[in-house]
């Protein structure tokens, strides 16, 4: 039985700390394929005029057009490039929710994550996405420094 893995990725170099974890777990794990998820933070309570809403789907689909490009695509011909099996996703939401949905619908066997070292005084009291995944999430999540 095939074995998947969701990695949560954020452009930044703290996702590249948790693609390398998850490749090091796919070859220890053998049968594996990989999840490779970009969530744009949205929310859908902000509030809009009417020409911002009529143009809100275009915009939509051009930030997803730009992570595919310059994030997912890249991570999974990497994947590829060193015999893993792979797929991108990209959605819109809460970071925190949405990769536990991707996670859920894909029937992972786990998240995996990176702690970002961004942040600051707000994360703090707020919380992090990478705080809210580990609180809320449905399967385990393996969070990298």
């Given at each position: ?13 703290s996702?590249?700390?948790?693609l ?6 796919a ?15 949205w929310s ?10 009529a143009?809100?789907h ?9 992570v ?8 999974v ?10 797929v ?35 994360s703090?009291?707020?919380?992090s ?8 999430a ?8």
């Amino acid at each position: 039985m095939t074995t998947r893995l969701v990695v949560g990725l954020d452009g930044h170099a703290s996702g590249e700390r948790a693609l390398d974890f998850a490749i090091k777990q796919a070859r220890l794990i053998g049968d594996c394929d990989l999840v490779v998820a970009y969530v744009i933070e949205w929310s859908p309570f902000s509030f809009q005029t009417a020409e911002e809403n009529a143009q809100r789907h275009k915009r939509r689909e051009e930030e997803i057009s730009t992570v595919m490009s310059r994030v997912i695509d890249p991570a999974v011909n990497k994947l590829e490039g060193l015999g893993l099996k792979a797929v991108g996703k990209v959605r819109h939401g809460d970071v925190a929710d949405t990769l536990n949905a991707i996670a859920k619908e894909q029937k992972a066997a786990q998240i995996i994550v990176a702690r970002s070292s961004e942040g600051g005084f707000s994360s703090r009291i707020f919380g992090s996405s990478t705080f809210n995944l580990v609180k809320a999430a449905d399967l385990p999540v393996t969070v990298v420094q």
